[in-house]
C-alpha cells in the first residue's frame, strides 16, 4: 500500500479485532471505492485487507439462527447505495437492496441508506426519505416502512441516520427533517405492527442509538444532544447549554457512557447526580482529537478516528499504528 488510508466506518468484533473501511488518502470523498481492513492483534500478520467498489457507509456483524462464533457468521459491509457484502470465513457474498440509493439504476428516489445493524435474528436498515428494511432471507430485502417511507419527491424529507432495538417487537430509528430551526431530531418506535413518532426535547439532528434494555436507550446526535430514556416513559435531555459537539457514536463501558465526536472522545458517568458530558484525557501524546467510531465489546474500549486508533483496557489507554500511516506523533 503506497498511500495513507482514512478510516471511514469501523466495527468492533472482539476485544483485539477490529474491522475497518478505509478510503485511500488518493481518492475524493465518496469515490467508489473501499478497503477493508481486519486487525487482529496477535497475528503474525495482524492487519489484512480486501477491496470493495463502493463507498462504505455501515458494517457490522451477522449472526444466522443458530450460529455463534464457532458457526459460519458474517462481517458485513454496507454501502449508501444499498450494497451489501458478507465475509464469510471462506467466502464472501454479495446482495442488492433494491430501490435503495441514488446514483443506481433501480433507485427509486428515496436517497441514500445509512445504518445496517442485526436485531434479533434478522438484519435491517434504514436511510433516507424514511426507507427501513428487514432482511428475511439471502437477497431478499422487505420494506417494514408503512407510514414512514416517503413518496419522491417530497419537500420535507425525512433522513433516518440510525437503527436498533432490544428485540424485532421493540425498534428504534432516529433521524431528522427540516423544521422551523432548520434540521431537527426525530424519533420513531416500531412495536412488531406499525411504526409511533415519538416525542423529544427540542434538539438538532439525531445520529446514533445505543440501547442497553428496553428500558434504558440511549440518542445522541448534533449540538451535543445525548437523549435517554424509552418509548414507554419518554425521553429526556442529559446534555447541557456548553455542549456544542457533533456526536457520531456511543459505546458502554465500565459505568460510563464514551461518546465519539468531531471534537474528540467524551464521557458521561450513568447514575451520578448532575453528571456532565466532559473530554476524556487519556494520557496519550497528543490526545484523541477526533473520533468517528467508539465501541466496546468485551473488556476493551476503542475509539477510531479518521487516523486514530486508540484501545483502552481500563487501565491503560494505547495508540495502535495502521501499516497505511504514519505515527500519530506529538507536534514539533
Known sequence: MTTGVSFIVTKVIEDDWLFIAGSPDGNKPYTPFIRWFQYLAGDAEPWTHHESNWWARSATTYFPLGVDKNGDWALVGMSQEGDVEFTYQDSVAEEKIAGAGVFVSDAMGWGYVSSIRQIGNFLFVCGGGGQVYKRSGDNLWEHMDAGLLQASPVVDRLLLSDINGSGEQDIYVCGSSPGPAGLEGRLFHYDGATWRQIEIPGTGYLTRILVESSECVWICGHNGALLNGN???????????????????????WRKLYLGSNLGLYEYNIGEPNSKIRKVTTGLTPEVEDTVTVDSVGEVLWSIGEKDIVRFDGNDWARIDHPANLPIQPMA
Open 231 to 253: 418509548q414507554r416513559v419518554g425521553f429526556k435531555d442529559v446534555s447541557t447549554v456548553e455542549d456544542s459537539q457533533l456526536f457520531y457514536s456511543m459505546a458502554h463501558y
